[in-house]
Every structure is written in structure tokens, then in C-alpha cells.
């Protein structure tokens, strides 16, 4: 089974400002607490959307919805990889992101 921990992070979106910042993601929809699972999944807890993260995009408020690249994927774990002391869950991301590296949208 999965594990999953709420979704806070630097902004995925290569060369963004903010992706060194940890920011509590929120669903645009309805504004439920995100939360990213050990094999590359995002979920929203309020209506429980979910899916790969290299299909969602990123608005941070430093520019408009934007898909993550593998970069700022990685980028991303890293500021994660403070703030979540299981090395086994910030390891199975990281997997999960080399295996979709191909699949990244963002430039």
C-alpha cells in the first residue's frame, strides 16, 4: 500500500522563484489539502482527485497553471526531503519520478 504525506512543497515548475519554498498545496477546485503518495500520486482530501503529478499543473502565484518538469520534480523532493523524516518515502518518489521522466511535460 502507499504511503502519502500532505503536499508541501517548492513549486515543481522548472525555473520558478519559489521552488526552493515550501508552499501548502492546495486543490484550485475546491480548495482541499493536497497530498503527494510514495509512488508519484496526488491526491486532493476534500474530493479525492487524483493522478500522476506529471498530469497536473502548478500555480504558485508567480505564473499561470504550468506542468512540472523533471527538474523541478526532483527540485521539489528535495525541499520535501526536509520536511519528511522517512528516507524510504522521499527515496520511492524519487523512483517514481525517474520512471515517469519521459512523461514530463514541463519544458
Same mark, same amino acid.
Given at each position: #500500500?502507499?504511503?502519502? +504525506? %500532505?503536499?508541501?512543497? /517548492?513549486?515543481? +515548475?522548472?525555473?520558478? &522563484?519559489?521552488?526552493?519554498?515550501? &508552499? ?7 480548495? $482541499?489539502? #493536497?497530498?503527494?503518495?510514495?509512488? $508519484?500520486?496526488?491526491?486532493? @482530501?476534500?474530493?479525492?482527485?487524483? /493522478? ?8 504558485? /502565484? ?11 520534480? =526532483?527540485? #521539489?523532493?528535495? +525541499?520535501? /526531503?526536509? =520536511? +519528511? ?6 527515496? @520511492?518518489? &524519487? @523512483?517514481?519520478?525517474? %520512471?515517469? %521522466? %519521459?512523461?514530463?511535460? $514541463?519544458?
Amino acid at each position: #500500500m502507499s504511503k502519502k +504525506v %500532505r503536499f508541501i512543497a /517548492g513549486c515543481p +515548475v522548472k525555473g520558478c &522563484i519559489n521552488g526552493n519554498i515550501p &508552499i501548502y498545496w492546495c486543490h484550485n477546485q475546491d480548495d $482541499g489539502a #493536497m497530498y503527494i503518495f510514495d509512488n $508519484g500520486y496526488l491526491e486532493c @482530501d476534500d474530493c479525492e482527485t487524483n /493522478g500522476l503529478i506529471i498530469d497536473w499543473k502548478f500555480d504558485c /502565484g508567480e505564473h499561470d497553471y504550468e506542468y512540472a518538469s523533471f527538474q523541478g520534480y =526532483l527540485n #521539489m523532493i528535495a +525541499v520535501l /526531503g526536509h =520536511l +519528511v523524516a522517512d528516507e524510504d518515502f522521499i527515496d @520511492d518518489c &524519487i @523512483d517514481a519520478g525517474k %520512471r515517469q %521522466r %519521459r512523461r514530463f511535460r $514541463g519544458k
